[in-house]
């Protein structure tokens, strides 16, 4: 069964420092996300992109984040400078070019700042 | 504003005791309703899409009804595998998804 794959599974970096989450949607899929899920609180959306760009973004999504479609097959999420609050799991899902369906979400980035 | 609630937050059933999970929701336009699992460290794992009012879907031991307000998931003769959290997520006129905070159920044998 097709797969969204998410890398690294664990991330510890430094407050202060970028980091790219790397995320691989299953092939035929249009429209990619990011969520993220702080320990024992709720999945939040934090950006969703088709056709090479943002279709919508959260109050979350602030400057200090960016997405990008480098070479058609992969999406990254970039963080230009990590707060410890950025400490999170970081889920990347996709969908079919179809209004409504089940997204696929990776197995997620655990993301640590310290 | 849109809002998804679930509850219980947590809910502990004896193996083979049945029981129903609560997601109401709030939203300015409804596209569909997703049910999902969770187990710890991993991403949510689809389980259902419900579109409309009356509609019902089944999986094994799991199914999934909708009224205009809320969506039940009915749990029948869990069994202890069946332990995870199960995340409820409306899909608004936007397409993107909101999701509730989850019922952590846990199935003792």
């Known amino acids: 069964e097709p797969e969204v794959t998410q890398t690294p599974s664990h991330q510890v970096t430094q407050m202060g420092q970028e980091v790219i989450l790397r995320c691989v949607p299953i092939?035929?899929?249009?429209?990619f996300y990011w969520y993220r899920q702080i320990l024992g609180q709720k999945v939040e959306f934090l950006v969703s992109f088709y056709n090479n760009e943002i279709s919508e973004k959260s109050e979350i999504f602030d400057d200090q984040f960016s997405v990008e479609r480098p070479d058609g097959s992969n999406f990254t999420l970039k963080i230009r400078s990590t707060k410890l609050e950025d400490s999170a799991m970081y889920f990347c899902a996709s969908r079919p070019d179809r209004a409504n369906y089940g997204y696929t979400f990776g197995s997620g980035t655990r993301l640590t700042v310290v | 504003e849109d809002q998804v609630t679930q509850s219980p937050e947590a809910l502990r059933l004896q193996e083979g005791e049945s029981s129903s999970l609560n997601c109401s929701y709030t939203v300015s336009g409804l596209r569909g309703l997703f049910w999902y699992r969770q187990d710890p460290g991993k991403g949510p794992e689809f389980l259902f899409t419900?579109?409309?009012a009356g509609e019902e879907k089944e999986k094994e031991r799991l199914k999934a009804t909708l009224t205009k307000k809320e969506s039940f998931l009915h749990i029948t003769a869990p069994k202890p595998e069946d332990s995870a959290t199960y995340l409820c997520?409306?899909?608004?006129?936007?397409?993107?998804?909101?999701f509730g905070a989850g019922t952590r159920l846990t199935v003792k044998p």
């Open positions: 997520a409306v899909q608004t006129n936007n397409n993107d998804m909101r």
């Open positions: 419900l579109y409309s």
């Open positions: 092939s035929n899929h249009l429209y």
